[in-house]
DNA sequence: TTGTAGGCGTTATCAC
DNA sequence: GTGATAACGCCTACAA
């Protein structure tokens, strides 16, 4: 920080004024005298003066800024979420700040911004900031929004997709195209998404009376590489399906890749399908049939919980929105 | 803000304790004995009492926070650059946070952000925040790295890719494969990228003697739907030329959308080359030739600048980066 | 080992 | 209209 750097001081002194009245001035309090108004402006500007926004935060004892907390900033698909919420937040007249929480310590974003009080609210998206973190940080003046996370506790406020509707969808979305032998290959273990698409592929299964293959416990970690060793491994031994429910875009397009590479192809051979439509699903070949999340929507609605929240709402009830299957050209009548 | 929070008062008064004991206490010092050490961390805790980082700025007079200042965040290929400014800020124990500055008043994220001093260093990538906003923020103590932009000034520093030499090369490439009607097609017509690139076409173009076709003036705004019916408008004009050299891959990708439509192929009738190397630009059909800009180290080069500034040396040169070329499908031998 | 006092840069509340 | 003064929450000499 600026060291050297004139305050609301130099500008007095340099005025012959108090402090109090060339604070009063610059914030155009009509108080003022208008010549000695325009004359201290034209001394700030002579000395560069800029309002120094920790000190104004401290006093006013509020950001006018919230943050959005992703793992990854700039991952595949946040471009629009964070368009959601910065317009909400504009719209209110806040600021936004986004944080990813991947790199270095585990929450120390997370820590910075929201247990040292430097924003007003939050929204999360962000597996690896914990619960007790969250938990801890909010309160009546700085409620959280957490998204695609169960989390129910003072001042935080829940937004979902589902999920679950959206696995079910695209599940029987392969079912009534005739596919039987469906494989879910599922994410991370500790993916509260992957478990429900894959509860919704069950449901799904059970109503189409048919037996659901195992689960494939090798999980991708949500990456194409990842997909792509799936694809191999359930080609090297000999167990294709007929079509594979992927818990992710990116690890369907990784198991697509393994599967033309070998020759087997996609959807005559087995079909394949995803989850989230992320921008490059559209033109992958085959195109991906997916399942849409309202990412804008995602954002625009946790940031006006947040509004709500801020403004002595509290009884804002978990919202779920629903998703959209998206049929493109890997998967079609068997 | 939280108005009841506690704050080191409350716990000084609980402990029975002077304040300035209990802000020891809590940053360790040597000095007090480990009995009432262990006594404040218990109350403190017992109060829910965290640390207001504000306050702490403002004595301290620095952040320890960087920000990187996008036109829209999350845009195709910015999950790089951030990654790349978030690895280099982090191993030096500074904060990053992003802000877009694409909606609402032009420059109010700047502005906060950089004149209000809430950050100690900046990274600006983003063609709508003005150079005087820029050269006015910066100083000894702000250092603020410029990316892409051709800005001068004390305390300024200057990272660019080499958009001309990118230009250059890919031309060149079309004129190797026996390509000679050439035709570019720019973007907004403020965009120095725009304009960089478009010189080293001329370069090579001159090379080899190749009368190069008029610049193609009616912009795309560097869009999809802006290259979509740049496509339409060239083949209903009936001036089609052997390939087409689009300022970037959006635009390109919709250029080739539109011919394809209408039955040209691509490459076979027109090659169309673009720059920047976006995601789906590998995906697309056919797959794109392109000019890939090195997006992490950008921001990794701009983080270490940044730090190098703050620790004293003011006498970094502008950096310029090179490109590669990328050859895929939509170009081929003609 | 602990306490007192002053300051970081603002703004707000009083007086004058 | 303008000027003292106190406060926001924290840190840090310097005293005790």
Redesign the interface.
């Known amino acids: 920080?600026?060291?050297?750097?004139s305050t609301i001081k130099d500008v007095a002194k340099a005025a012959k004024l108090a402090v109090s009245t060339v604070s009063l001035a610059l914030n155009n309090d009509p108080r003022v005298k208008e010549s000695t108004r325009r004359r201290v402006l034209e001394i700030a500007q002579g000395l560069?003066y800029?309002?120094?926004?920790?000190?104004?935060?401290?006093k006013?004892?509020?950001?006018d800024?919230v943050?959005i907390l992703l793992h990854?900033?700039?991952?595949?698909f946040?471009?629009?979420?964070?368009?959601g919420v910065?317009?909400v937040a504009?719209s209110n007249k806040y600021?936004?700040?986004?944080?990813?929480t991947?790199?270095?310590h585990i929450g120390?974003?997370a820590v910075?911004?929201l247990?040292?009080?430097?924003v007003?609210g939050a929204i999360i998206l962000a597996p690896d900031v914990d619960d007790e973190t969250i938990i801890?940080?909010a309160?009546?003046?700085?409620p959280i929004v957490v998204l695609d996370r169960n989390l129910l506790a003072e001042n935080v406020y829940s937004v979902l997709v589902d999920n679950e509707r959206g696995g079910y969808e695209v599940t029987k979305h392969l079912l009534n195209l005739g596919y039987r032998n469906i494989v879910f290959v599922c994410g991370p273990s500790d993916s509260l998404d992957s478990e429900l698409r894959y509860r919704g592929y069950e449901t799904a299964m059970n109503e189409f009376h048919v037996q659901k293959s195992k689960r494939f416990d090798y999980c991708g970690h949500f990456t194409e590489e990842g997909g792509y060793s799936i694809g191999k491994l359930l080609s090297a031994m000999g167990i294709l399906p007929d079509a594979v429910f992927s818990a992710n875009d990116e690890m369907a397009i990784g198991i697509m890749k393994s599967f033309i590479e070998i020759g087997i192809r996609v959807p005559e051979d087995v079909a394949v399908v995803g989850f989230d439509n992320i921008?490059?699903s559209?033109?992958?070949?085959p195109s991906l049939t997916t399942v849409r999340q309202p990412m804008y929507d995602m954002g625009a609605v946790a940031a006006q919980f947040l509004f709500q929240a801020l403004n002595g709402n509290s009884e804002l009830q978990p919202v779920l929105l629903p998703t959209e299957l998206i049929v493109r050209n890997s998967s079609q009548v068997k």
Do not use: F, W
């Not at 990854?72 to 595949?76: A, E, I, S, W």
């Not at 247990?115 to 430097?118: A, F, G, I």
């Not at 309160?139 to 700085?142: A, E, N, R, V, Y």
């Not at 559209?282 to 070949?285: D, I």
């Open positions: 920080m600026q060291k050297n750097m560069q800029r309002p120094n926004g920790i000190a104004r935060d401290l006013a004892r509020r950001t800024t943050c990854d900033l700039g991952g595949p946040y471009s629009e979420l964070i368009r910065q317009d504009t600021n936004t700040i986004a944080s990813g991947g790199g270095g120390s974003a910075r911004l247990s040292e009080r430097r007003d801890h940080a309160g009546k003046d700085l921008p490059i559209e033109y992958v070949q």
